[in-house]
């Protein structure tokens, strides 16, 4: 893996080697640059949200950044700096997050509860009663596949 020090004699851009990560990291308050998230000291690289030195002008702006020198220098997740890519900072949006527990789906099977406890509340037929308990049991086996995949994917990133 190439140092700041290789990437900025490539680029041609200032380099400071009084930054270290320890103290930029310190000075971002452990907060992401650009999600303001906390960022937690224990996660370690290769994790999404381990701690990563950011480029605020990117270093590959050659001449268009002020190099690896404090002020450009910040911290951010390893997962939102990837997402970043050699974009400016102040024109990305936020790293995509993990989709909400309620998913439209959900909110379909809530109902299917909430219909399935009225009829139980006004008494209706076994049958229907035993088809409707059924459906709101096979409604919510698929569902942790789904759920399973999502987090895989989630991790890849
Ligand atoms: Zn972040």
């Not at 990437?7 to 990560?21: F, K, L, N, Q, S």
């Not at 907060?31 to 000291?41: D, I, N």
């Not at 002020?66 to 949006?93: E, M």
Request: charge should be positive; include cysteine.
């Amino acid at each position: 893996m190439k140092t700041d020090e290789d990437r900025c004699r490539e680029y041609g851009v200032p380099y400071d080697p009084t930054i270290t990560r320890p103290a930029v990291y310190q000075q971002s308050g452990w907060k992401c640059h650009l999600c303001g998230k906390r960022v937690r000291k224990s996660l370690k690289y290769p994790h999404p949200r381990s701690a990563s030195l950011d480029h605020i002008v990117p270093l590959s702006w050659r001449k268009d950044s002020p190099g690896h020198v404090w002020g450009n220098v910040a911290l951010a997740h390893l997962r939102c700096n990837q997402s970043k890519g050699a974009r400016f900072a102040g024109s990305t949006k936020p790293a995509p997050r993990k989709p909400g527990i309620v998913t439209p789906l959900w909110k379909l099977r809530l109902t299917l509860f909430a219909g399935t406890a009225a009829l139980f509340y006004f008494n209706a037929e076994p049958t229907v009663l035993t088809i409707a308990a059924v459906l709101c049991i096979l409604s919510v086996v698929p569902q942790r596949k789904v759920r399973r995949r999502r987090r895989r994917a989630w991790w890849k990133l």
